[in-house]
């Protein structure tokens, strides 16, 4: 069984692997570390990764990138809206709200949800995964913003799901880098204090900061803080609004009326944003970019910064955000670890040098840490690897409070079930009076903390229907549990009927704060779920749940969705082997035409030789024309048919060297 991480980007995926002596990053085919985030769907097969980029541009419309931006969200989010403007694929709202990504495949309109589209490519990254270990791979940890809701976490294990893959944790990616940096660190002293470290992260849509604590043998996130809406991307953007301004006047084309243009000149801008990291100026150049008019234009770095000096700015908020939250100074931190490939210009780590006064450390990779930590993370987790002690707390960054038909539900000293920066996983029991079947609702407490535009409903449960014998005494706890993956979830129910009157109190939490190490997995000891002392007589039943998961498939539905993967595979496979069998035609024709003019020129007759030779030509037109785009059989036919007339030529051509050689032979035997 392997033991592998994946990070899934807006534009990159890498995978990373545990092996004995270390952590390996996997290639693709390619010979690349990383894999575009893409899938494309052509005429009548799919693309993924690599192949997807290459790809987008023949297919604009029908190819998917930056899909995390998507995932487990409503079509009418207004950051959903604002990215759907700059995506080249249609969208429309699902029945239930959520977001159909429509495009044209098999000849008709086909409507996709992002979850199973990131089912695909979460199954691509596996298959590369299962090509190189040859083995296969179903147990992994995978990389999620730490911003993400209770629903984009939920649609990720439904991805997950559909591609065949087993998260044993869905791990916050500055967490995922902080365990890669810490767990190698063996210069910390076991009684010395904690070494603080920032961890900025500036992927292609997001950037997340995470403050961490190391000590001998553990480390424990004090804080995450984010800007979801600021990554490499919006660096392109801000190039890309440039010239397409620039061309309107120069050229008089609009490219914003024009999918394609924009899809050619966004891909451009992010060229000349890589060369301005190197260079003090770039070119743009675009050959026949629309109205058939070639474009160039050239800008300097200097001018570069000067446009992007607003996002530079909004790079400061989530940094300081996540040093306060922490409750420490710039005094404590060690260092700044700078990661993300968005994070390679220039301006943004003299920003960052001069916002925490130091030199940025470059200890870590930047864009292979936080699969490398997920690899880490999951060999940790799995019961075929040893690997040594390291104590592993995250924080999670958003308030939870739950909340009953008779109110909300707090803890004796009026907190939230989990408030903000919460380790976890977490288990809390709640100790309720009750008669018969009630409701538990889990809900967001600071509408501030996530997105004013998301809603603050997570999950609501409904526990019962259960029986009490005698009123009075009877309690039901409840055990809420936050989990490895930061997704809310009650663990069971139990009705306690005791025999005399026990409680004093109407309803009670047992604040029961289980910081488990990531060592060990997250079914938690039922016995801390028992911290209130059971009178000896009392009686225990386990009482029904049912979840009313948001954003989560159900069991039909994700079954559905399995089978319809299935179909898809089936055909990418079908065209994947049509395509060898009109290579394998093609070759034979040019193979056998050469044979025809050296090997058997002395084997076939003349008329032979004319003959095939014709057939090899009608064939090869064949191939360009009527033949270009045909089923499997017919390119299996035609080669058998050629074959047939070669076979002759062939078997004299076989007999005739064996006779040389036997001649051979007898010579050397006299
Ligand atoms: P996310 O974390 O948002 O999901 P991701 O993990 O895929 O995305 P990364 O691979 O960390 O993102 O970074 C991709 C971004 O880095 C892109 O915007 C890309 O243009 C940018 N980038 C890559 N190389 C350079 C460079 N040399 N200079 C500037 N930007 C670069
Ligand atoms: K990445
Ligand atoms: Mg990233």
Redesign the pocket.
């Known amino acids: 069984m392997s033991v592998v991480g994946f990070?899934v980007?807006?534009?990159?995926c890498v995978i990373a692997v545990a092996k004995q002596r270390g952590i390996d990053v996997l290639l693709n085919d390619e010979s690349n570390r990383?894999n575009p985030?893409m899938v494309s769907f052509g005429e009548k097969q799919r693309f993924m990764g690599a192949a997807a980029a290459a790809s987008a541009t023949m297919h604009p419309k029908s190819t998917i990138s930056q899909l995390?931006r998507l995932i487990g969200r409503k079509f009418s989010d207004s950051d959903v809206q604002n990215d759907l403007r700059l995506f080249p694929f249609e969208t429309s709202e699902d029945s239930d709200g959520g977001i159909l990504i429509r495009l044209r495949y098999m000849g008709e309109m086909q409507s996709f949800t992002p979850v199973q589209i990131l089912g695909m490519l979460l199954s691509h990254l596996k298959q590369i995964a299962e090509k190189s270990l040859n083995t296969p791979v179903s147990d992994c940890v995978i990389g999620i913003?730490s911003y993400f809701t209770n629903s984009q976490r939920l649609a990720y294990l439904d991805a997950a799901a559909i591609a065949g893959l087993r998260p044993l944790r869905l791990m916050h990616?500055s967490t995922a880098t902080a365990l890669g940096y810490g767990i190698y660190k063996t210069d910390l002293a076991a009684n010395s204090s904690p070494t603080y470290i920032v961890f900025v992260?500036?992927?292609?849509?997001?950037t997340q900061v995470c403050v961490a604590s190391f000590e001998s043998g553990s480390m424990r996130v004090r804080s995450h803080a984010f800007d979801r809406n600021l990554?490499?991307?919006d660096?392109?953007e801000v190039l890309f609004n440039h010239f397409a301004v620039e061309f309107k006047e120069k050229y008089n084309i609009d490219v914003y009326t024009n999918t394609k243009a924009c899809v050619r000149l966004r891909g451009s801008c992010?060229k000349v944003?890589?060369v301005l990291?190197?260079n003090a100026e770039a070119q743009l150049n675009i050959e026949c970019l629309m109205d058939e008019k070639d474009v160039r234009s050239f800008i300097k770095r200097e001018e570069f910064e000067q446009l992007s000096s607003g996002l530079l700015e909004r790079l400061i908020v989530p940094c300081k955000k996540a040093l306060t939250d922490s409750g420490l100074n710039l005094d404590h931190i060690h260092s700044v670890e700078l990661v993300?490939?968005?994070s390679?210009?220039p301006a943004i780590s003299k920003m960052l040098s001069s916002l925490f006064k130091r030199e940025l450390g470059r200890t870590v990779n930047a864009?292979e840490c936080v699969a490398r930590g997920c690899a880490l993370q999951c060999a940790m987790l799995s019961p075929v690897f040893r690997v040594r002690d390291y104590e592993v707390q995250d924080s999670f960054p958003f308030s939870i409070g739950f909340s009953s038909d008779k109110g909300p539900i707090n803890t004796p000293s009026n907190e939230l079930l989990f408030p903000k920066g919460q380790v976890f996983p977490s288990v809390k029991v709640l100790t309720l009076r009750r008669e018969n079947t009630f409701h538990l609702e889990a809900f967001y407490a600071n509408h501030d903390e996530i997105s004013p535009d998301l809603p603050t409903q997570i999950s609501s449960f409904m526990i019962g229907p259960f029986h009490i014998s005698h009123g009075e005494a009877a309690r039901v706890k409840v055990r809420v549990l936050l989990n490895l993956h930061g997704i809310v979830t009650i663990d069971s129910a139990s009705l306690i009927e005791d025999h005399k009157e026990n409680m004093t109190s109407e309803e009670a939490i047992s604040e029961n704060n289980h910081h488990s190490s990531a060592t060990k997995d997250n079914t938690l000891d039922p016995s801390s779920s028992s911290t209130g002392k059971e009178p000896k007589a009392s009686k225990r039943m386990e009482i029904p749940i049912v979840a009313n998961m948001s954003g989560a498939l159900t069991k039909d539905e994700l079954l559905e969705a399995k089978q319809r993967e299935n179909s898809l595979v089936e055909q990418d496979l079908k065209m994947e082997s049509t395509k060898d069998k009109k290579n394998a035609l093609e070759s034979f024709v040019y193979e056998m035409r050469d044979k025809m003019l050296n090997t058997y020129q002395n084997t076939a007759t003349e008329s032979e030789r004319e003959f095939i030779a014709r057939n090899l030509q009608e064939t090869e037109d064949w191939l360009y024309e009527d033949g270009d785009d045909e089923s499997e059989d017919a390119y299996i036919e035609k080669l058998n048919d050629i074959k047939k007339l070669v076979d002759p030529i062939e078997n004299r051509f076989k007999d005739g060297e064996e006779r040389v050689q036997a001649s051979k032979d007898l010579l050397k035997t006299i």
């Not at 980007?9 to 990159?12: I, K, Q, R, Y």
């Not at 992260?201 to 997001?206: A, E, F, L, P, S």
Request: glycine share 18%.
């Open positions: 990070d980007g807006n534009e990159n990383e985030a995390k913003p990616d992260d500036i992927g292609h849509c997001d990554g490499g991307r660096f392109d992010e944003k890589k990291s190197a993300g490939s968005g390679r210009i864009s």
